[in-house]
């Protein structure tokens, strides 16, 4: 079988450190989707804007491997205890496809065809789509489902200190500066990586910014806000 990009989404990650290790955990990031040439119709997308919610199916294009390795370290578990890959949503499958349930807030109707704007998103900026599914509660939601080592696991959220305001201060849109502080108190330090004691300033792009943060125990310091240049 063929498997082919549809469309591409755009977002305020350019790399793939920061980006939220699931979808909707940060309903305040943006993504907008283009179709490519042969499937941008209209009559494509007709019916989509009565849905609130969209599956899409994507490609980790920045991690794909040759080898397949048949455990994974989930961050849920720290980046040290290894689990079976397909009982995880690691990148690394073997076919590096991402599944994400994003919330559609318009469709909207271009010269270049229809452009999609999404929430929720944890794609990188240029990521390839290769399908769009509508979200259909009654069939694709499970609240009584058990979420295995998710449930056994909770997840600590740090606190923010940016001292010198410098988000606040800023010229990121609201949305945006609220959408980095959440990015920020969900840890985007590699699990693996992280070591308490350590002074170390760590960094990721995200809307034309170069972030850069130090943490301490259970808080995260904002150290600099650095313009990208364009």
């Known amino acids: 079988m063929e498997i082919r990009p549809i469309a591409h ?23 907008t989707i283009t179709f490519e040439p042969e499937f941008a119709q209209p009559e494509a997308v007709r019916g ?20 397949f390795k048949a455990t994974t370290r989930p961050p849920r578990l720290g980046g040290k205890l290894s689990t079976g890959v397909f009982a995880a949503r690691s990148p690394f499958h073997p076919n590096s496809i991402g599944l994400s349930s994003v919330r559609l807030l318009s469709v909207d109707y271009t010269e270049k065809g229809p452009l999609l704007t999404v929430s929720g998103v944890d794609m990188a900026d240029g990521t390839p789509i290769y399908d ?26 740090l606190s923010v200190e940016d001292p010198n305001d410098l988000i606040g201060r800023s010229s990121l849109s ?55 240049k364009s």
């Open 132 to 157: 769009i599914k509508p979200y259909v509660p009654f069939v694709d939601s499970h609240p009584d489902a058990r979420g295995g080592f998710v449930d056994d696991v909770l997840w600590e959220e």
């Open 9 to 31: 989404i755009h977002t305020d990650f350019p790399s793939k450190f920061g980006i939220p290790r699931q979808a909707c955990l940060i309903p305040e990031l943006l993504g």
């Open 174 to 228: 609201e949305i945006r500066k609220a959408a980095l502080l959440k990015i920020l108190k969900e840890d985007p330090r590699p699990r693996f990586d992280i070591k308490p004691e350590s002074d170390r300033v760590y960094g990721f792009y995200f809307a034309g910014f170069d972030v850069r943060f130090t943490v301490n125990g259970g808080t995260l310091f904002v150290k600099e806000l650095i313009p990208q």
């Open 48 to 67: 989509l804007e009565g849905f609130d919610y969209l599956w899409l199916l994507w490609d980790f294009s920045l991690e794909h491997r040759d080898s």
